[in-house]
């Protein structure tokens, strides 16, 4: 069936009362996210814990077996309970740690403040950032700090456009728009996890990605509790998405056909009633009799199969919060916020804390909830903790994986904008909302390339810039998401083309291109003059603060200057430009 945009939206304004009907190219999210988040926030934002003093391990006879968890006897016990310890990771961890004579590793302010740059900005700090963001704080003040910039929001946007494979190609970019605004509210404190989990199960984005009712409830499952649904809970589940059915609409601004989910009447009689002979097939009774009937009116529209359909464009709010019943089922279970939490501990720390230890995992979910389910919370809890702060460089005394800290590959991202912003060097942008913006820009209309400029795609006199793409996609970032979606590998291929890229930032042939020069040397000091040991020591040390935001030891002072003098006759920029190769092709770019 084809829906023309024009005639739904006139249903619209004739169904609601209101223009809200034309494309806005700077902003064409339109979908249930706009419905919520419009009050005050979910929390104060006030999280506790992130201040512990963390605590010397206890002394013990001998150290736990790391074969299998520590056994906290009751000695072990009473000293955990007297830490008064707040941070609900490091609450959760002792009798794991501490308590059983175990001891963290010591906490590097750089290595850390690197780590939580990273994690939370999406770019690696500089030596001067490092001062402005990390010095003279506590780490709570540092967190909030952090969780209150747009990039933190950016970060989390682009990790859920990969968790929900964003496509232009399968979705209405419309819808998709909508959902990286709905992700923006709920890092912003706007909307809970449960009221998010709530409209991301009957979103456009989720319920147009699949083609079944068993696939959308599967897909649910996965998204939200980790795991498959069991036969009984996914037949019971389908039946809350029978309603559902792909289709496309016209578009008059983009001239675009555009995909999008739309509504199939179900489980009624000719009136528009509930049929007491099909009801059944649209009401879920495992998790309680929740029945999921639309009744039809003046938007209904009848397609090829002469079925009663709607286009979920001019669905109601009241009509949008029953379609979320499945979402609000889900977060009634158990392990929903066990999952969030999981989630949580593996981005930071790269490994399944929660099941290693589960007592983080209890913690943890009661702190989320004492704070009304923002997720802000649990992302300050856990950089924060011990396990996050750690240092991942040191010897240790078992092989238990939470006794130092994480050490991860950044994503090609990351790398990408640390080096362009470390550097200066130009090169465009991606945007994950946008995964294909080559077919609006082509599409012939000025709304197509309206919606392209206004987008974070860098657009020349020719086209769309794709320079960005090219050396992302080969690392596994900016994913079209058609077939797969994001990787990290370490390869003979990947390690070429990371080279190659630093190539053409540093220039360290001296070819006329890279970088502009002055960025890789320290302030005042001019690239034709000479070389001399202590200023090839000078340069090294500029760059290390710049690309690693640290100081150098004794022994890279020594190397620098060793280095500068076998270049006899160089100047500073024929020495700094093969420096900045040799520190931005390095090992400590790729891992944090």
Known sequence: MKVTWVGAALLVAATFGCDDTRFDFDDPARGPGDLVGKGDKVSDAAFFGGDDVLPQPRIVAEFPDDAALPDCGPQCEAYCQSLGLTNPVNAGMCKSLWGVGLAHQPVVKVESCRRIHVDMLGRYPTREDIINNCDGKSWGEVAIGLINSREFVSVNQRRWADKLLYDTQAVSVERIYDMDKLVGKLYEGRVAYDEFAAVVSAHPVLTRRFDTPEDRADALFWTFLGRPPLGPELADMSRLYTLWY????????????????????????????????????????????????????????????????MWSGVIKAEEWEKLQLPGRLIAGMPTFWEKLVDDVLMQYLGYDLGNLVPTVRDELVRYVLAYNGDIRALHFAVVTSAAYLQSASQQTQTDYRWTYGPLRQVDSEV?????????????????????RPQDF???????????VENS?????????????????RGLGGCPDNSVGGRFQIISILTTAQQLNFVNQVCDPAAEGGGAPIENFLPRDVDPNQSLTPELGEEIYAHQAAQFMGRLIDEEEAAKAREYA?????CNAAQFARPTCFAMLSSAEMLFY
């Open 246 to 309: 792909n289709d496309y609409y016209d578009h008059p601004d983009l001239g675009m056909r555009l995909p999008d989910a739309h509504i199939r009447y179900r489980c009624i009689d000719e009136n528009g009633d509930p049929d007491p002979t099909t009801r059944a097939e649209c009401t879920s009774i495992l998790f309680g009799q929740n029945e999921l009937i639309l009744k039809p009116d003046i938007r209904a529209m009848r397609n090829d199969r002469d079925e009663r359909t």
């Open 415 to 435: 790398w990408i904008d640390s080096i362009k912003h470390m550097t200066g060097y130009q090169i465009a942008t991606c945007d994950h909302k946008l995964t």
């Open 441 to 451: 820009w082509e599409a012939g209309s000025i709304a197509g390339i309206a919606l």
């Open 456 to 472: 974070n795609w860098t657009v020349q006199d020719e086209g769309v810039d794709y320079s960005y793409r090219n050396v992302a």
């Open 565 to 569: 003098e076998l270049c006899s006759g």
